[in-house]
């Protein structure tokens, strides 16, 4: 991989500046592209992340953390390489991390995805020399609707369940596409509930400045409630639990890029599968990629091996950073 970045067992690492980003151990300097827990961890000595990614990274982390905040596109130095930050488009906060040193430009993408979203900031495309970038979904097959086209679908659903009397229960993950599901429903249909661990996440988004639908707490206080024209959002840690009594007859779902697929072990236990992912999908990102205007690309997560070969066909030096 060269000097600039390199992989170790505590995470990547930016020898010349002795800092890491999304290190998974602890380590005395850590820059964060985002708040998921496969990515922010518990233990560093400092922590550096984008403006809007603070009140989410605070929230996760334990009490006392040193978290730096810096705004998108300005920069520090450290250890005399530049180092900033640019949206990622994957949830509120999410980062790209541009390191230049020597003349040599890095930019690590995190995860990030294309198109639009009013619950984060767009992706901007960072020019450098080597593009480190996520392919979650790196194979051809993958290549997302319309946004919109699935909120439709979801108040569709809603919409026919409440016209049957039957609650409507999305699963989620709690940061970033919980909000996004919210912002896209429709508050004519009926009440809108959530579990108790996505209301602090709200809370944050709404502080950001981000619109959000009123979305009620779910807990004993609201058991005798009438969900029958109601839709909840809850974490996917919830379909198997004791929660879901309150809201008598109910018809499941789930949001996430993965349900694009006819896979009928991915849709097991639930009754509608909703395809909204955010990561970025085969064009995008071989469009993210490309204005990068990098001539190295390294990938990492997903279809590493498969992006790897097409970018050497295409003619880049291509690599694979970790295979998952």
Same mark, same amino acid.
């Given at each position: 991989?060269?000097d ?12 010349a ?17 985002h ?57 509120l ?32 495309p ?39 009397? $039957?609650? =409507?229960? %999305? ?6 596409? +919980?909000?996004?599901?919210? &912002?896209?429903? *429709?508050? /004519? ?16 988004? $709404?502080? =950001?400045? %981000? ?6 707490? +779910?807990?004993k206080?609201? &058991?005798?409630? *009438?969900? /029958? ?66 001539e ?18 295409l ?10």
């Amino acid at each position: 991989m060269g000097d600039l970045l390199q992989l170790t067992e505590l995470g990547l690492w930016c020898k010349a500046g002795n800092f890491y980003i999304d290190p998974v151990k602890k380590v005395s300097r850590a820059i964060i592209t985002h708040a998921h827990g496969d990515h922010a961890r518990n233990g560093m000595d400092s922590y550096l992340c984008s403006k809007e990614g603070y009140l989410p990274l605070k929230y996760r982390l334990a009490k006392g953390a040193s978290i730096q905040p810096l705004a998108y596109n300005e920069y520090i130095y450290i250890n005399g390489l530049k180092v900033s930050l640019h949206p990622a488009g994957h949830i509120l906060g999410s980062s790209q991390i541009r390191v230049e040193y020597q003349g040599e430009v890095w930019v690590v993408s995190g995860d990030y995805k294309l198109g639009g979203d009013s619950t984060c900031s767009p992706f901007e495309p960072v020019k450098c020399d080597t593009f480190i970038s996520e392919c979650t979904f790196g194979l051809p097959k993958y290549i997302w609707k319309a946004p919109q086209e699935t909120f439709d679908e979801i108040n569709d659903w809603w919409k026919q369940n409440a016209n049957e009397n $039957i609650c =409507s229960v %999305i699963f989620a993950y709690s940061l970033g596409k +919980a909000q996004r599901i919210l &912002s896209g429903l *429709d508050e /004519s249909i009926g009440s809108i509930y959530t579990h108790n661990t996505i209301k602090p996440m709200n809370d944050i988004y $709404i502080q =950001s400045g %981000i619109e959000l639908p009123n979305a009620i707490v +779910a807990n004993k206080n609201t &058991s005798k409630d *009438d969900f /029958s024209k109601s839709i909840v959002i809850a974490p996917p840690l919830a379909q198997h639990s004791i929660w879901l009594k309150y809201f008598g007859t109910y018809k499941t779902a789930f949001a996430s890029g993965w349900m694009g697929e006819n896979d009928e072990k991915r849709r097991e236990h639930i009754d509608k599968g909703f395809e909204l992912s955010d990561h970025a999908d085969w064009p995008s990102l071989n469009q993210a990629i490309k204005a990068t205007a990098c001539e190295r690309v390294i990938f990492t997560h997903g279809y590493a091996h498969e992006m790897a070969e097409y970018y050497k066909n295409l003619g880049y030096l291509s690599e694979i950073l970790i295979e998952k």
